[in-house]
């Protein structure tokens, strides 16, 4: 099974901060999913990359491959970010299946 | 379009009793996965399809069936519902093997 570890666990900020998560994974992979849980909500496929840099309005996600490293950066903070993020990897050892990472809290505070 | 929709959100059973969890999809996706979610663990694979008539074990199966009788519905069940089955089950889809999966909005079943 591909390991995926997250951090931070938990992360306060303030309304504009830049903000980082951090996502690495032990075994190469086909894809790397970031999603988006709300409070008590659904789960939302924010990007899904294999290489590279994609960005979505104030969201940006990054990809190194070699380094079995990615982020997800949040610019210009909103409390409406407040959510779990989540990390999670496709790969030929994990069948058809993704392997999650156990997710990022983030509260954005006015 | 609705998307991938979940039925019921919310239940509640008595230890030992049966249910079915049905997931519907209208975006013709070939795979279908259901996963459930506990505090401070990740998302788990339950069981997963990768065509109509078809179903695969995923890392937590057991005391868990699953049936794809239709392209658009992916069902799971529970014969005997033990208290260690209160999670929330997410129902997904996806167009190809390990393209982006698109969620249900859960259900939240409490055994007692």
């Known amino acids: 099974k591909n390991e995926v570890e997250q951090s931070p666990q938990n992360l306060t900020a303030q309304e504009g901060e830049f903000i980082t998560i951090n996502c690495s994974y032990s075994?190469?992979?086909?894809?790397l999913h970031w999603l988006q849980q709300h409070p008590g909500g659904g789960i939302v496929s924010l990007f899904m990359?294999?290489?590279g840099k994609k960005k979505h309005g104030r969201l940006i996600a990054t990809i190194n491959i070699q380094e079995k490293h990615s982020s997800l950066h949040i610019t210009a903070s909103h409390p409406r970010d407040s959510a779990v993020y989540i990390c999670a990897v496709s790969s030929s050892n994990s069948g058809y299946a993704l392997n999650f990472g156990k997710g990022t809290s983030l509260l954005v505070t006015p | 379009n609705a998307g991938v929709t979940q039925t019921p959100k919310f239940r509640v059973l008595k230890t030992g009793q049966s249910m079915t969890l049905l997931c519907a999809q209208d975006?013709?996706?070939?795979?279908m996965y259901w996963y459930r979610q506990d505090p401070g663990m990740g998302l788990r694979l339950i069981h997963y399809?990768?065509?109509?008539?078809?179903?695969a074990k995923g890392e937590v199966p057991d005391g868990y069936n699953v049936s794809r009788l239709k392209k658009q519905n992916f069902l799971l069940g529970l014969e005997s519902a033990a208290p260690s089955q209160t999670s929330v089950y997410f129902c997904?889809?996806?167009?190809?093997?390990?393209?982006?999966?698109?969620f249900g909005p859960g259900t939240r079943l409490t055994v007692l």
């Open positions: 975006m013709n996706h070939e795979y």
């Open positions: 399809s990768v065509g109509e008539g078809t179903t």
């Open positions: 990359l294999s290489s």
């Open positions: 075994v190469g992979i086909s894809a």
């Open positions: 997904a889809s996806s167009y190809s093997m390990w393209g982006e999966q698109f």
